[in-house]
């Protein structure tokens, strides 16, 4: 066997492909190195033909189209007698051998030195992974951690490579220089995903780690039961005696003072302690709304990294690897057509996917072509030509108006264009499904000059009669 000769002896080939891995990794960087080149390994080498094996066949369809040619360059200058570098499968699954590992080997021991229940609240312990995941499922208010939100199955792409890289340092580091993480993108773009894979890393290495994980709200739900119980100094201890502190979803800290408070106290203490807090939020600290200002400068005191919304090679790239995980054989021209269509974010992508392999699978194993995706995915595809764009909006008000796009953004201030822009920003919230910073980046202005149009708006439409109908024309333009 191929195999069984290349694990025994040690050949120039492979010599030379570590070379080469130095080089590839300086030309693209750790990030790209790791994900993509890291994993390939030297097969066969006969008759000036050399094969190179990825796990899986995306990884594979992946580096055939990104890093190959390169590769093939960097050899033949090497070795004149490496003419041909094939590239092929050897499947070794990663994501599902680091979920076993953790299931079928439990640590003993548990985090925590007080008395209060983990599993009921979301918490992840040292003693099982596998068994927090079941419990949690069975409890409403629990994270349940997903075995397939791992780094291993998280696509590395140019709007998220920043915050995967963070994410992995802090996983594999015990001091990190940046503390704490604030993750934050809107929804659906992989904050929870990359949170967990935080967790199942220290998990599978450094399974001593204290690792907690919960929601926001979660923690003020348990830090308010604490106070009702009079049992606030055994919620100290649990929080201050973790390595890592994860709380997912900080926007629903909610108002909370003591809360706020508490959570303030806490951060503080693990990062003087040189323990880790990581934080992912739809926002970033300064947009943060009803948290207090001490506690947002906090946050804002360690590394705060955004994810942008995906492009068109990370949509293609993720969709091969979901089609992977669920087993389907998903056509280029399918997935290029859904990468071209389902922008908005990865859930939505996926849901797509979903779609059409039950589909396939409940008519026992049809072919997935594009006729068939676009059947399936009539209503879904039919809103989504209809979608509104901000720019459009911006387009049409100014047109409406007698203005430019380029007067809408501007910062000029008189009645003339700051009236058209309040209408346009007002149009973009009731007519799109950004956020109010990500309309007021639009416009060049921060949110709340956003949330006071929408507001004036509100009140001019119910006093002048001519402004609601104008606004009432654009609606129905915009919306056709
Ligand atoms: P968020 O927490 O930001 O709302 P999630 O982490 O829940 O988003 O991601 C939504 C879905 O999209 C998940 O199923 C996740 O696995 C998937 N996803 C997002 N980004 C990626 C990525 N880069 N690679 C693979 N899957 C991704
Ligand atoms: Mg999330």
């Known amino acids: 066997m191929a195999q069984e000769a290349f694990a025994n002896e040690i050949r120039p080939v492979d010599t030379q492909w570590e070379q080469i891995c130095g080089q590839l990794k300086t030309e693209f960087g750790v990030t790209a190195f790791d994900s993509w080149l890291k994993p390939l390994v030297v097969g066969d080498f006969n008759n000036g033909e050399m094969n190179i094996c990825a796990p899986t066949a995306f990884m594979k369809n992946w580096v055939v189209t990104h890093y190959a040619d390169r590769i093939n360059k960097i050899w033949e200058q090497k070795d004149p007698n490496v003419k041909k570098v094939n590239f092929i499968v050897q499947a070794t699954r990663t994501d599902t051998s680091l979920f076993k590992k953790i299931t079928t080997s439990p640590t003993p021991q548990n985090i925590y030195g007080c008395n209060i229940n983990s599993s009921s609240f979301g918490l992840v312990s040292g003693a099982s992974l596998a068994n927090d995941t079941v419990k949690n499922n069975a409890l409403n208010s629990a994270v349940a951690l997903n075995p397939n939100y791992t780094f291993e199955n998280f696509v590395v792409g140019k709007t998220n490579e920043f915050a995967y890289a963070a994410a992995r340092k802090v996983a594999e580091a015990k001091n990190v220089s940046f503390n704490p993480l604030f993750l934050y993108s809107s929804v659906g773009l992989g904050k929870t995903h990359l949170m967990q894979s935080i967790i199942w890393h220290i998990k599978k290495n450094n399974p001593e780690r204290n690792v907690i994980y919960l929601t926001a709200e979660q923690f003020v739900y348990k830090f308010v039961k604490a ?8 919620f100290k201890k649990q929080f201050r005696s973790v390595d890592v502190l994860m709380v997912d979803d900080f926007q629903f800290m909610g108002n909370k003072g003591t ?7 806490t951060c503080n203490s693990l990062v003087g302690e040189g323990k880790q807090v990581i ?3 739809d926002r970033s600290p300064t947009d943060l709304e009803g948290i207090e200002e001490r506690l947002k400068s906090r946050l804002v005191g360690g590394l705060v990294v955004d994810i942008m919304p995906t492009d068109f090679d990370l949509r293609v790239g993720i969709l091969q690897k979901k089609a992977e995980l669920l087993g389907i054989e998903l056509p280029q ?12 974010n990865v859930r939505e992508l996926e849901g797509s996917l979903k779609r059409i392999a039950a589909h396939s699978q409940l008519l026992s194993g049809k072919e997935i072509t594009l006729d068939m995706t ?6 879904m595809l039919r809103s989504i030509d209809r979608k509104t764009t901000i720019d459009e909006i911006q387009k049409k008000v100014a047109e409406h108006f007698n203005i430019s796009v380029k007067e809408l953004q501007s910062s000029r201030r ?8 309040q209408v346009a920003m007002y149009l973009a919230k009731q007519l799109t499904s950004r956020s109010l910073p990500e309309i007021g980046r639009k416009f060049d202005r921060d949110h709340t000059t956003v949330m006071h149009a929408v507001r004036k708006v509100e009140e001019l439409i119910i006093e002048d009669p001519t ?3 104008n606004i009432e024309i654009l609606r129905r333009t915009l919306e056709n």
């Not at 106070?227 to 055994?234: E, F, G, I, P």
């Not at 809360?259 to 106290?265: A, G, I, R, T, V």
């Open 333 to 344: 021209k399918v997935t290029e057509f859904l990468a071209q269509k389902i922008t908005s």
């Open 414 to 421: 008189a009645r003339t264009v700051a009236r058209p822009r």
């Open 374 to 379: 676009q059947d399936v995915l009539k209503d």
């Open 227 to 234: 106070l009702r119980y009079k049992d606030t100094d055994a």
């Open 467 to 469: 402004l609601a109908e």
């Open 259 to 265: 809360s706020q408070d508490e959570f303030l106290h």
């Open 279 to 281: 934080i992912s939020a």
